[in-house]
Nanobody, 132 residues
Framework: QVKMVESGGGSVQTRGSLQLSCRIS????????VTWFRQRFGEERERVAS???????IYADPVEGRFTVSADNPKVAVYLQMEGLIPEDSGIYYC??????????????????????????WGQGTQVTVAS
């Protein structure tokens, strides 16, 4: 059974920093893709950053240069370091994971983050609030 747990959310002022963690257990695929999404109230889930076990990392344009994804082993834990936070970064942050399929890998090769529908396993989310 795959379990994913996010932590590290909180409230910060504009230009503040946070590091989110996603702890993963039970993911046994040889190659995986782990992706961070976020969702603001009343809006659709938005792609933030994606990392495959091949080493490829893709960032969404709004966070490029401010957010950094890292992982010693993406099947165990993935981190999202967020710098220069702005109020538009507020929302619930989710990590999602699944086997790195051919379709997912094609997204990554094209510099795209796979869509939410591509992922079976999700965490419960962690709230990030950035005050102006």
């Amino acid at each position: 059974q795959v379990k994913m747990v996010e932590s590290g959310g909180g409230s910060v002022q504009t230009r503040g920093s946070l590091q989110l963690s996603c702890r993963i257990s039970g993911l046994t695929y040889a190659s995986v893709c782990v992706t961070w999404f976020r969702q603001r109230f009343g809006e659709e889930r938005e792609r933030v950053a994606s990392k495959g076990t091949t080493g490829t990392i893709i960032y969404a344009d709004p966070v490029e240069g401010r957010f950094t994804v890292s992982a010693d082993n993406p099947k165990v834990a993935v981190y999202l370091q967020m710098e220069g936070l702005i109020p538009e970064d507020s929302g619930i942050y989710y990590c999602a994971a699944d086997r790195l399929t051919i379709g997912m890998n094609r997204h990554l090769e094209l510099g795209q983050i796979p869509p939410a529908t591509a992922f079976e396993f999700w965490g419960q989310g962690t709230q990030v609030t950035v005050a102006s």
